[in-house]
């Protein structure tokens, strides 16, 4: 039996430089998310918070990502810059290669809209708007021609097992549904990443084991994600565990052992 990968990486490797890595980028190739001594100080009263402090890390393409840490350590303000609702005080970030710590507002709003799903504890769907009219909505602003439109969120609904909801308002929608709405909003317009604050926060196990059940799913079709969550038992699905703690990342663990086993996506596991 051959347990071994290959060789170790050549030493030298790193010395193949700088177009080799803007090459990767170009072909897709390269990290979706670079953050270099990204920043973000805030200033309240005579005192500044350093709510995001110096943070370093790339995310590749297809990755699954949890962000981790107790309240206040800095999680929403990360994924916030990841997402680009909001810019570093100081630092680069590079977003599918693009930099884009320096856009203004019109233009950041532009990368958002092609490249980004957001989805939140509290679901933030139009309450007067039917589940079908919420997943339409981005697809609207994105100037996507009705018919497509159409279709799109037919199959968006589906994907998250919702056809038969997709005249309900949210007020006639249990959590779980409204969070899968969520979800197939947040994805109908194909975006690069799709990043989750606390998703499962507000649902009961059953529920937020749905919905964990559902971003495996898309991350299994290759969408890269990055969430945020207080809960190891939602962490442990994911490839990559950030530990965050006052700003800063202190520790990054790929592969962090399955706490459950045998949900869609999850690596096999070989019993000794
Ligand atoms: P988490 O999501 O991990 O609970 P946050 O990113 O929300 O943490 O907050 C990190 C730190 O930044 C906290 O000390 C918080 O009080 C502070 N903070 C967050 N948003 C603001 C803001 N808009 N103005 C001032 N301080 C903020
Ligand atoms: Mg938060």
Redesign the pocket.
Known sequence: MNGAGGGPAPAGRRAAGRATELEAERSGAGPVIRLEHVTRL?H?GESE?R?VDDVSFDVAHGEFVALM??????????LNLIGCLDTPTSGAYRLDGEPVQDLSEDRLAAVRQRKIGFIFQAYHLVGRMTAARNVELPMIFAGVDPRERRERVASALQAVGLAPRARHRPDQLSGGERQRVAIARATVNRPSILLADEPTGNLDTRAGAEIVTLLERLNAAGLTIVL?THDPAVGAHAGRILQ?RD?RILDDAQDPPAIASGAPGAPAVETP
């Open positions: 805030y309240v918070v709510a840490g107790p309240s206040g350590s800095g999680k929403s303000t990360l945020v965050m700003g």
